[in-house]
């Protein structure tokens, strides 16, 4: 097994990747774009996943939280995941609805034993009726969630335990919130089990105003800030096993040329990751 790199499928990257598939190892499909696709789009995916390893990523289900998550997003996602036999599917540690009210993007839930509990049964169900279970992904907060009783990577980390889950770790969203609420993102690193660990996310954001001063959003149009490489190379020191590191981008798309230049860098930071590791055993 060797360190993959890959970029997020999106429409307007198509012609990009498949051109490209001699720099790229592995695509993340956006799962929830085909529950409800026709035939031969599905078709089209199960095709693609011929030619490349492909991985399905979630955006709806809401598991972290105490309501229980929707039998028919699971039995949409068992459908998707039969007909394309992806590698591995994801989603967030995060919720979306509530008491019948659907609130239109990932939020954060407070940190608590009741969140971590309710999470842990959701994904105990994800698992039985998928068949596998996801890797969970660590997402970006403009708000520190009130309720909170603990710190995200504790948070994090009991969910991971109680669940038996593996971690998508999100280094733009991990940047974001330590930016954000004034903590050392390796310090979270430090917290998280090794083996837990097999996928990594990258993206870019931009400050906007809140509260009177200002925070870092993850809105996946900007490039990859140097910072996220900085991280990417402690995840390279600290955790051994082969990872897989995808590049998100949602809208603005620079040419092919930047994103593998992108790709190009992050292998780079791995990398280095991996020798200054190799580098402290042999001293």
Same mark, same amino acid.
């Given at each position: 097994m060797r360190d993959r790199f890959g970029l997020g499928w999106r429409e307007e990257l198509a012609a990009g990747i498949l051109s490209s598939l001699d720099r790229i190892d592995v695509v993340e499909v956006? &799962?929830?774009?085909?529950?409800d696709a026709p035939g031969r789009r599905v078709r089209a995916l199960r095709t693609l996943a011929a030619q490349v390893p492909l991985l399905l990523h979630g955006v709806a289900m809401g598991l972290a939280s105490c309501v229980r998550v929707e039998e028919r997003r699971l039995t949409?996602?068992?459908?998707? @995941?039969? &007909?394309?036999?992806? *590698? /591995? #599917? +994801?989603?967030?540690?995060? !919720? =979306?609805?509530?008491?019948?009210?659907?609130?239109?993007?990932?939020?954060?839930?407070?940190? +608590?034993? &009741?969140? =971590?509990? /309710?999470?842990?049964?959701?994904?105990?169900r994800a698992r039985r009726v998928v068949g596998t279970a996801p890797l969970v992904e660590n997402v970006a907060?403009?708000?520190?969630?009130? /309720?909170?009783?603990? +710190? *995200?990577? *504790? #948070? =994090?980390? *009991?969910?991971?335990? &109680? +669940?038996?889950?593996?971690?998508l770790l999100d280094l733009h969203n991990l940047h974001a919130n330590a @930016?954000?609420?004034? !903590?050392?993102?390796?310090? !979270?690193?430090d917290r998280m089990a090794p083996e837990r660990v097999t996928l990594i996310h990258l993206a870019g954001g931009r400050w906007i105003a809140a509260g009177g001063g200002r925070r870092l959003l993850d809105d996946h149009v900007h490039d990859v800030p140097d910072p996220v490489y900085d991280l990417l190379r402690e995840v390279g020191r600290r955790f051994p096993r082969p990872l897989t590191v995808i590049l998100e981008r949602d809208g603005a798309f620079p040419g092919m040329t930047s994103l593998l230049a992108q790709l190009d860098r992050a292998r780079a930071a791995l990398a280095a990751g991996r020798a200054a590791a190799s580098a402290g055993r042999a001293a």
């Open positions: 956006i &799962a929830d774009d085909y529950f949409a996602m068992a459908r998707l @995941v039969d &007909a394309v036999r992806p *590698e /591995g #599917w +994801s989603e967030h540690l995060a !919720f =979306v609805r509530g008491a019948g009210v659907e609130i239109g993007h990932l939020a954060t839930p407070p940190r +608590s034993s &009741a969140t =971590v509990e /309710g999470t842990a049964a959701n994904l105990d907060t403009l708000i520190d969630p009130p /309720g909170s009783d603990r +710190s *995200e990577p *504790e #948070w =994090v980390a *009991e969910i991971l335990a &109680a +669940s038996d889950a593996g971690l @930016v954000n609420f004034g !903590f050392d993102p390796r310090a !979270f690193l």
